[in-house]
């Protein structure tokens, strides 16, 4: 869901909202049991999440599967993912101002102390907010919808929140360089910026906070267009 605020500039809870551009909402789509978004221009292009995990090496995800066996790691991967969902939708919440109080199950207990974790020690270097939950594409390539967009460290930026079991190493992220800057890409594209900078912002189960930023962003950019012909020339 897109921020909807009545007026140019909101300032709710020290967080500037500027409607800065013409956000709209993508309608989502699934192809071969994978996620597309249909375009402006009438086509079906993949999301982000769908290149990278078409393209990804897989190698550490199946030996994992194999050793914990693959009931506890459904049950794993199913749990992680409810956290992230819960997670996310109170980091929505708080950057539109609105209350946040949470469940009384435990996921959602969980997730709500991981996302006060994220705004304390990440999002309080946020001082204006353009979009959340923007949805973005590149033209005729793909599509995909970024947590967050606004000035961070008084740079644009291209801002996504992960949910993890544990903290990760610099090594094991490359596919979160490659998602924020492809959306950088899009964003540029289709609205005429300059955003060259990325951050993730990451919570484990544990309550640990890590941060990650797009650094040697050309680089990046290069490693994502190269995963993006990979993944074209397996389906075509």
């Not at 309608?27 to 994978?34: C, E, L």
């Not at 594209?189 to 990650?212: D, L, W």
Request: one cysteine or more; aromatic letters at 12%.
């Amino acid at each position: 869901m897109l921020m909807k605020i009545p007026e140019d500039i909101l300032e709710s809870k020290g967080i500037t909202y500027v409607q800065k551009y013409p956000y709209s909402e993508l309608a989502r789509v699934t192809k071969n049991h994978k996620r597309h978004y249909a375009t402006p221009d009438g086509r079906q292009v993949p999301s982000v999440t769908t290149v990278l995990s078409a393209t990804k090496d897989m190698t550490f995800l199946h030996a994992w599967r194999k050793r914990v066996g693959v009931a506890k790691a459904q049950q794993i991967t199913t749990e992680s993912a409810n956290i992230g969902t819960v997670m996310h939708r109170s980091l929505e919440k708080h950057v539109k101002g609105e209350d946040r109080t949470p469940g009384s199950n435990l996921i959602q207990q969980k997730a709500h102390t991981m996302a006060n974790v994220i705004i304390d020690n990440g999002l309080n270097d946020v001082s204006e907010v353009w979009g959340s939950e923007v949805s973005l594409y590149y033209e005729e390539l793909y599509a995909g919808t970024t947590d967050l967009v606004g000035v961070y460290k008084d740079q644009p930026a291209i801002m996504d929140f992960k949910q993890a079991r544990r903290l990760k190493k610099k090594e094991w992220v490359e596919d979160y360089y490659l998602q924020l800057v492809a959306y950088s890409e899009a964003h540029n594209k289709q609205y005429g910026t300059q955003i060259k900078s990325g951050r993730m912002f990451i919570c484990t189960q544990a309550n640990e906070y890590q941060s990650f930023e797009i650094e040697n962003y050309d680089y990046w950019v290069d490693q994502w267009f190269r995963k993006l012909e990979q993944y074209y020339k397996s389906v075509l």
